[in-house]
């Protein structure tokens, strides 16, 4: 009875309600409110395009971040990552998560590989010009800055929304789970999606 509870929960998240989710920094707020949010593009990863209609067919998990990203993109990942280990065998095969890196400039291709392989098999990495992740980003309703830091060896931080966004096998963005949502919840919301077909 909880866990129907927590899927009601994730359910609710959907893309015509409302919903604010705070940045890794805290200090900026994302509003999803209103208008349609999801949709395809192309970016490019180490085996070349990428395009979300690839993976038509299978439930996606969709997430912005950076392989600098010191607490929020490891602690979502990790969350995905148990989800995704929950699935028998033949329910991974239908799902795939995509990292796209909101920090062109440090993200090799090599690095986003390296990163998200650390999490799980079934995610990649990809990036593109600035400009193709702005916009890609204004898909979805993602918001990212760079925020300069003083003394570091790193030189800067991207201060980023913590949103993951579940698509569906037919390509629509269907759910948005906020930051810390709990990996059973995760696991839920994907069951759900798969069982629709």
């Known amino acids: ?3 129907k509870f927590l899927l009601l929960l994730v359910l609710l998240i959907s893309v015509s309600s409302t919903q604010s989710a705070e940045s890794e920094h805290g200090d900026r707020v994302l509003d999803l409110r209103g208008g349609q949010l999801g949709g395809d593009f192309t970016l490019q990863s180490s085996r ?7 993976l038509r067919g299978k439930v996606v998990l969709l997430y912005f971040g950076y392989t600098k990203c010191p607490d929020v993109c490891p602690s979502s990942l990790a969350l995905l990552s148990q989800a995704l280990n929950e ?18 400039k440090r993200d090799s291709f090599q690095a986003l590989d390296d990163y998200v392989s650390y999490f799980h098999p079934n995610l990649i990495g990809v990036t593109g010009s600035e400009a193709e992740i702005a916009r890609v980003a204004k898909l979805y309703g993602a918001q990212y800055v760079e925020v300069q830091l003083e003394e570091s060896a790193f030189a800067y931080a991207v201060d980023h929304s ?5 698509i569906s096998p037919q390509g629509e963005l269907r759910f948005l789970l ?7 919840m995760i696991l839920e919301a994907i069951r759900y999606l798969l069982a629709e077909g």
């Not at 070349?48 to 690839?54: H, K």
């Not at 028998?88 to 062109?104: A, L």
């Not at 906020?178 to 059973?184: K, R």
């Open 1 to 3: 009875m909880f866990r």
């Open 48 to 54: 070349g395009e990428f395009s979300l209609q690839q």
């Open 87 to 104: 699935l028998s065998e033949d329910e991974q095969q239908q799902v795939h998560g995509v990292f796209i890196s909101v920090d062109p």
């Open 162 to 166: 913590a949103t993951t966004y579940l």
């Open 178 to 184: 906020p930051h810390q949502t709990p990996s059973v």
